[in-house]
Protein backbone atom coordinates (compact mmCIF):
# COMPACT_ATOMS: atom_id res chain seq x y z
CA UNK A 1 0.00 0.00 0.00
CA UNK A 2 2.81 2.36 0.82
CA UNK A 3 4.75 1.19 -1.51
CA UNK A 4 1.80 2.09 -4.24
CA UNK A 5 1.40 5.52 -2.62
CA UNK A 6 5.15 6.33 -3.04
CA UNK A 7 5.26 5.50 -6.70
CA UNK A 8 2.18 7.57 -7.71
CA UNK A 9 3.67 10.27 -5.87
CA UNK A 10 6.69 9.69 -7.79
CA UNK A 11 4.61 9.74 -10.98
CA UNK A 12 2.23 12.94 -9.83
CA UNK A 13 5.84 14.82 -9.54
CA UNK A 14 6.99 14.24 -12.75
CA UNK A 15 3.87 14.77 -14.11
CA UNK A 16 3.66 18.21 -12.14
CA UNK A 17 7.11 18.79 -13.14
CA UNK A 18 6.82 18.47 -17.30
CA UNK A 19 4.23 20.52 -17.33
CA UNK A 20 5.98 23.38 -15.37
CA UNK A 21 9.07 23.33 -18.31
CA UNK A 22 8.63 26.04 -20.66
CA UNK A 23 7.91 24.24 -24.10
CA UNK A 24 9.30 26.03 -27.18
CA UNK A 25 7.20 27.98 -29.24
CA UNK A 26 6.61 27.87 -32.78
CA UNK A 27 5.56 30.87 -35.26
CA UNK A 28 5.29 33.67 -32.08
CA UNK A 29 4.39 36.27 -34.67
CA UNK A 30 2.48 34.48 -36.88
CA UNK A 31 -1.03 35.99 -35.43
CA UNK A 32 0.43 39.69 -35.22
CA UNK A 33 0.56 39.59 -39.09
CA UNK A 34 -1.89 42.09 -40.67
CA UNK A 35 -2.82 39.60 -43.41
CA UNK A 36 -2.17 36.18 -44.22
CA UNK A 37 -2.70 33.55 -46.89
CA UNK A 38 -3.30 29.84 -46.96
CA UNK A 39 -5.06 27.28 -48.37
CA UNK A 40 -7.98 24.00 -47.09
CA UNK A 41 -8.90 20.75 -47.58
CA UNK A 42 -12.30 19.47 -46.14
CA UNK A 43 -14.82 16.51 -46.26
CA UNK A 44 -18.95 17.82 -46.08
CA UNK A 45 -21.82 15.78 -45.78
CA UNK A 46 -25.51 17.95 -47.18
CA UNK A 47 -28.57 17.16 -45.92
CA UNK A 48 -32.12 19.00 -46.09
CA UNK A 49 -34.73 20.52 -44.22
CA UNK A 50 -37.92 19.66 -45.73
CA UNK A 51 -41.89 20.86 -44.99
CA UNK A 52 -44.29 19.06 -46.77
CA UNK A 53 -47.82 19.78 -48.01
CA UNK A 54 -50.19 17.39 -46.57
CA UNK A 55 -52.11 16.48 -48.61
CA UNK A 56 -50.58 16.97 -51.59
CA UNK A 57 -54.22 19.13 -52.13
CA UNK A 58 -52.98 21.95 -49.97
CA UNK A 59 -51.11 23.08 -52.13
CA UNK A 60 -53.06 24.94 -54.91
CA UNK A 61 -50.53 24.59 -57.47
CA UNK A 62 -50.95 20.93 -57.73
CA UNK A 63 -53.29 19.78 -60.47
CA UNK A 64 -53.38 15.98 -60.71
CA UNK A 65 -52.65 14.27 -64.04
CA UNK A 66 -53.38 10.39 -64.70
CA UNK A 67 -50.33 8.84 -66.08
CA UNK A 68 -50.98 5.53 -68.23
CA UNK A 69 -49.21 2.37 -66.56
CA UNK A 70 -48.55 3.87 -62.97
CA UNK A 71 -49.06 1.44 -60.29
CA UNK A 72 -50.22 4.41 -58.29
CA UNK A 73 -52.35 7.57 -59.23
CA UNK A 74 -51.79 10.70 -57.24
CA UNK A 75 -54.59 12.58 -56.62
CA UNK A 76 -54.86 15.58 -54.41
CA UNK A 77 -55.75 13.72 -51.46
CA UNK A 78 -52.73 11.40 -50.98
CA UNK A 79 -49.63 12.44 -48.79
CA UNK A 80 -46.54 12.49 -50.95
CA UNK A 81 -43.08 13.06 -48.05
CA UNK A 82 -39.81 13.11 -49.23
CA UNK A 83 -36.68 12.69 -46.58
CA UNK A 84 -33.24 12.78 -47.21
CA UNK A 85 -32.33 8.85 -46.97
CA UNK A 86 -28.63 8.13 -45.80
CA UNK A 87 -25.18 10.93 -45.81
CA UNK A 88 -23.06 10.71 -48.42
CA UNK A 89 -19.63 12.34 -47.80
CA UNK A 90 -18.24 15.02 -49.98
CA UNK A 91 -15.03 17.01 -50.34
CA UNK A 92 -13.91 20.61 -50.19
CA UNK A 93 -11.07 22.68 -51.35
CA UNK A 94 -10.55 26.07 -51.35
CA UNK A 95 -7.93 28.79 -50.44
CA UNK A 96 -8.06 31.32 -47.17
CA UNK A 97 -7.69 35.41 -46.76
CA UNK A 98 -6.94 36.20 -43.14
CA UNK A 99 -6.92 39.62 -42.04
CA UNK A 100 -6.25 40.58 -38.45
CA UNK A 101 -8.79 42.56 -36.64
CA UNK A 102 -7.55 42.68 -33.18
CA UNK A 103 -5.53 40.46 -31.09
CA UNK A 104 -8.54 37.62 -30.54
CA UNK A 105 -10.56 38.56 -34.06
CA UNK A 106 -9.79 37.77 -37.73
CA UNK A 107 -11.78 38.19 -41.14
CA UNK A 108 -11.85 35.43 -42.96
CA UNK A 109 -12.50 34.64 -46.74
CA UNK A 110 -12.47 31.46 -48.03
CA UNK A 111 -13.31 30.78 -51.60
CA UNK A 112 -13.62 27.41 -52.71
CA UNK A 113 -15.24 24.55 -54.42
CA UNK A 114 -17.58 21.78 -52.85
CA UNK A 115 -18.68 18.36 -54.12
CA UNK A 116 -21.59 17.01 -52.72
CA UNK A 117 -24.66 14.58 -53.09
CA UNK A 118 -27.55 13.81 -51.18
CA UNK A 119 -30.45 11.13 -51.78
CA UNK A 120 -34.16 11.79 -51.49
CA UNK A 121 -36.30 8.57 -50.61
CA UNK A 122 -40.26 8.97 -51.56
CA UNK A 123 -42.77 7.03 -50.25
CA UNK A 124 -44.14 6.46 -53.58
CA UNK A 125 -42.58 5.38 -56.66
CA UNK A 126 -39.68 7.44 -58.43
CA UNK A 127 -40.55 8.14 -61.66
CA UNK A 128 -38.31 9.97 -63.84
CA UNK A 129 -39.33 10.66 -67.61
CA UNK A 130 -35.90 11.09 -69.05
CA UNK A 131 -34.03 7.98 -67.71
CA UNK A 132 -34.60 5.13 -70.12
CA UNK A 133 -35.25 1.64 -68.20
CA UNK A 134 -36.58 2.94 -64.90
CA UNK A 135 -38.08 0.87 -62.65
CA UNK A 136 -41.26 1.30 -60.55
CA UNK A 137 -39.23 -0.70 -57.81
CA UNK A 138 -37.16 2.36 -57.43
CA UNK A 139 -38.12 5.01 -54.24
CA UNK A 140 -34.97 7.24 -54.22
CA UNK A 141 -33.81 10.41 -56.19
CA UNK A 142 -30.14 11.45 -56.11
CA UNK A 143 -29.33 14.98 -56.43
CA UNK A 144 -25.63 15.86 -56.89
CA UNK A 145 -24.04 19.75 -56.04
CA UNK A 146 -20.69 21.34 -57.29
CA UNK A 147 -20.91 24.87 -55.02
CA UNK A 148 -18.77 27.53 -55.43
CA UNK A 149 -18.69 28.84 -52.02
CA UNK A 150 -17.97 32.20 -50.39
CA UNK A 151 -17.85 32.44 -46.67
CA UNK A 152 -16.97 35.51 -45.00
CA UNK A 153 -16.66 34.49 -41.54
CA UNK A 154 -15.47 36.22 -37.94
CA UNK A 155 -12.87 34.10 -35.88
CA UNK A 156 -12.68 34.65 -32.51
CA UNK A 157 -9.37 33.17 -30.54
CA UNK A 158 -9.01 32.21 -27.14
CA UNK A 159 -5.56 32.73 -25.49
CA UNK A 160 -2.65 30.67 -26.88
CA UNK A 161 -1.83 27.60 -24.65
CA UNK A 162 1.77 26.65 -25.59
CA UNK A 163 1.22 25.53 -29.39
CA UNK A 164 -1.93 25.65 -29.24
CA UNK A 165 -5.08 27.92 -29.93
CA UNK A 166 -9.03 26.90 -29.88
CA UNK A 167 -11.71 29.24 -31.43
CA UNK A 168 -14.67 29.84 -32.83
CA UNK A 169 -16.17 31.18 -36.18
CA UNK A 170 -19.28 32.95 -37.39
CA UNK A 171 -20.61 33.89 -40.03
CA UNK A 172 -22.22 34.60 -43.88
CA UNK A 173 -21.58 32.28 -46.88
CA UNK A 174 -23.16 32.71 -50.55
CA UNK A 175 -22.85 29.27 -52.24
CA UNK A 176 -23.58 29.30 -56.36
CA UNK A 177 -24.29 25.72 -57.53
CA UNK A 178 -22.78 25.28 -60.97
CA UNK A 179 -24.48 21.98 -61.68
CA UNK A 180 -27.92 22.99 -61.28
CA UNK A 181 -27.98 23.48 -65.23
CA UNK A 182 -31.61 21.10 -66.45
CA UNK A 183 -34.57 22.43 -66.46
CA UNK A 184 -36.23 18.69 -65.94
CA UNK A 185 -34.43 17.68 -62.83
CA UNK A 186 -37.20 15.81 -61.12
CA UNK A 187 -36.36 18.17 -58.59
CA UNK A 188 -35.42 21.39 -59.60
CA UNK A 189 -33.75 23.79 -57.07
CA UNK A 190 -32.55 27.42 -57.50
CA UNK A 191 -28.85 27.97 -58.25
CA UNK A 192 -27.47 30.57 -55.19
CA UNK A 193 -28.52 30.89 -51.68
CA UNK A 194 -27.11 32.40 -48.41
CA UNK A 195 -26.23 30.51 -45.00
CA UNK A 196 -25.61 31.38 -41.59
CA UNK A 197 -22.54 29.63 -40.35
CA UNK A 198 -20.99 28.57 -37.22
CA UNK A 199 -18.37 26.25 -35.72
CA UNK A 200 -15.09 25.43 -33.56
CA UNK A 201 -11.71 24.75 -34.58
CA UNK A 202 -8.27 24.21 -32.81
CA UNK A 203 -4.70 25.89 -34.21
CA UNK A 204 -1.75 23.74 -33.93
CA UNK A 205 1.52 26.22 -34.39
CA UNK A 206 4.24 23.90 -36.26
CA UNK A 207 7.60 24.84 -36.89
CA UNK A 208 6.82 26.59 -40.49
CA UNK A 209 3.52 26.89 -40.40
CA UNK A 210 0.01 26.64 -38.33
CA UNK A 211 -2.39 23.72 -39.15
CA UNK A 212 -6.07 24.05 -38.29
CA UNK A 213 -8.90 21.47 -37.47
CA UNK A 214 -12.42 22.95 -37.91
CA UNK A 215 -16.01 21.70 -37.58
CA UNK A 216 -18.27 24.25 -39.19
CA UNK A 217 -22.36 23.79 -39.62
CA UNK A 218 -23.85 26.05 -42.43
CA UNK A 219 -27.57 26.64 -42.71
CA UNK A 220 -29.18 27.40 -45.79
CA UNK A 221 -31.51 30.83 -44.87
CA UNK A 222 -33.77 30.68 -48.22
CA UNK A 223 -36.38 28.12 -49.70
CA UNK A 224 -34.17 26.33 -52.58
CA UNK A 225 -37.09 24.48 -54.38
CA UNK A 226 -37.77 25.81 -57.64
CA UNK A 227 -40.39 25.69 -60.29
CA UNK A 228 -41.81 21.97 -60.69
CA UNK A 229 -40.44 21.11 -64.58
CA UNK A 230 -43.28 20.68 -66.99
CA UNK A 231 -41.85 17.63 -68.48
CA UNK A 232 -42.30 15.23 -65.44
CA UNK A 233 -44.29 14.34 -62.56
CA UNK A 234 -44.92 17.02 -60.39
CA UNK A 235 -46.01 15.86 -57.42
CA UNK A 236 -42.27 15.09 -56.31
CA UNK A 237 -41.50 18.82 -56.87
CA UNK A 238 -45.45 20.11 -55.62
CA UNK A 239 -45.56 17.95 -52.50
CA UNK A 240 -42.69 19.97 -50.78
CA UNK A 241 -43.49 23.59 -49.41
CA UNK A 242 -39.80 24.54 -48.77
CA UNK A 243 -36.73 23.06 -49.01
CA UNK A 244 -33.59 24.72 -47.15
CA UNK A 245 -29.65 23.13 -47.86
CA UNK A 246 -27.28 22.05 -44.42
CA UNK A 247 -24.26 21.45 -45.18
CA UNK A 248 -21.50 20.30 -42.31
CA UNK A 249 -17.54 20.73 -42.91
CA UNK A 250 -14.58 19.03 -41.09
CA UNK A 251 -11.79 21.66 -42.17
CA UNK A 252 -8.14 21.15 -42.36
CA UNK A 253 -6.37 24.42 -43.04
CA UNK A 254 -2.67 24.83 -43.67
CA UNK A 255 -1.52 28.52 -43.50
Not at 84 to 90: F, T
Amino acid sequence: MRKGFLILMFLFMIAVGYAQNARVKYLTTFDDKRIHFGFTLGLNSLDFGMDHYTPIGANFQFVPKVWPGDPKQITATDTVRADVSRNIGGFTVGIITSLRLSRDLDLRFLPGLSFGERKLIYNVPVIDNLRQGYSYDNYEYSIKSTYLDFPFLIKYKALRINNNRPYVIFGLAYRQDISRSSKDDLVRLKNGGFYAEAGAGWDTYFLFFRFSMEAKVSIGLHNQLADAPETQRQYYNRAIKRMTSNIFTLSFHFE
